[in-house]
């Protein structure tokens, strides 16, 4: 059974750090992009930053450059998301999502969600 279990969500200030974590369950992790989506509330879901499965076509939102980093560990099946400088408008529900080969940033080409954890900001 394929699943993906994010954590790492809570409750910071603006101007704080926080990491996601995502462990990845029931497939070849190490052929496989990685990334995260967010979505706040009245939004729709977008892509915030992935990559290919070999760490080489990153992409990333224009207001997370500089601040989020997304890394691996393939032989823990794990994917990260470090958030530094966090900003009321990141406030969201991240999911994590992997795709075949290249990086995750299209829903619908999207191979599987994680659950999703909550990530809020106040300022």
């Known amino acids: 059974q394929v699943q993906l279990v994010e954590s790492g969500g809570g409750l910071v200030q603006a101007g704080d750090s926080r990491r996601l974590s995502c462990e990845v369950f029931?497939?070849?992790?190490?052929?496989?992009?990685v990334g995260w989506f967010r979505q706040a509330p009245g939004s729709e879901r977008e892509p915030v930053i992935a990559?290919?499965?070999?760490?080489?076509?990153?992409y990333y939102k224009d207001s997370v450059k500089g601040r989020f980093t997304i890394s691996r560990d393939n032989a823990k099946n794990m994917v990260y998301l470090q958030m530094n400088s966090l900003k009321p408008e990141d406030t969201a529900v991240y999911y994590c999502v992997v795709q075949l080969f290249s990086p995750p940033t299209i829903p619908d080409r999207v191979y599987y969600w994680g659950q999703g954890t909550q990530v809020t900001v106040s300022s």
């Open positions: 990559n290919d499965w070999t760490e080489t076509r990153p």
């Open positions: 029931g497939l070849p992790f190490s052929n496989y992009g």
